[in-house]
């Protein structure tokens, strides 16, 4: 903690616009770099508040499981789903997944067939829980909320730490073209002592 208040403390003294005789031009071009970039980075925040909120309400409309939008209906599978090999299961040891051909009705009363997932070995006639979409096609089940939150939580972070990464290159691109420009009077100042 100590070593952190001191870190901060140089910092403020080293760009702090104060009256200093020994200041250079260059000297202050870099702490007004400093304070602008920090301005910057505070108005990130509002660029990543509206991603976020963006991410959350479509995040929102993802999670709708109404009638209409996207809906579960029970599908009976038409043949045996195939079995696979041991080799490609899971990890854990759990059985793994196939596709088999199944039927189900829209809400148009329309009947439709497609593969669906289903465990490996699953016999003919079984019934399964599929999502279809408002025109019966198969579609994916709805995103929990936690996912919601979690996708907008990561959307406005990125957006603030892209803008601060930006923002850092940039200053860091401008102190460098200062230090070229301090070192030229530099090596300038030491050719005219060594002249004398």
């Avoid at 408002?134 to 994916?140: A, C, R, S, V, W």
Wanted: some cysteine; proline content about 6%.
């Amino acid at each position: 903690m100590r070593l952190a208040s001191q870190w901060v403390m140089l910092r403020v003294r080293r760009y702090w616009l104060g009256r200093n005789p020994l200041r250079r031009r260059s000297d202050r071009l870099e702490a007004a770099g400093v304070a602008l970039t920090l301005v910057l980075l505070l108005f990130s925040v509002w660029p990543a508040v509206v991603v976020g909120r963006s991410v959350y309400d479509r995040g929102l409309q993802a999670e709708r499981a109404t009638p209409g939008i996207r809906q579960s209906v029970t599908a009976t599978l038409v043949r045996d789903a195939p079995y696979t090999l041991p080799a490609a299961g899971g990890e854990d040891g759990a059985e793994p997944g196939s596709h088999a051909p199944a039927r189900w009705t829209a809400p148009s009363g329309e009947r439709k067939t497609g593969e669906v997932a289903v465990p490996a070995g699953t016999r003919a006639g079984t019934s399964v829980k599929v999502w279809i979409d408002g025109h019966g096609e198969l579609t994916t089940p709805p995103t929990s909320h936690a996912e919601t939150l979690a996708g907008a939580v990561v959307a406005a972070f990125l957006v603030v730490v892209g803008s601060a990464a930006t923002l850092t290159l940039a200053f860091r691109v401008f102190r460098w073209s200062l230090d070229r420009g301090r070192y030229a009077a530099w090596d300038a100042s030491w050719a005219e002592a060594c002249a004398r």
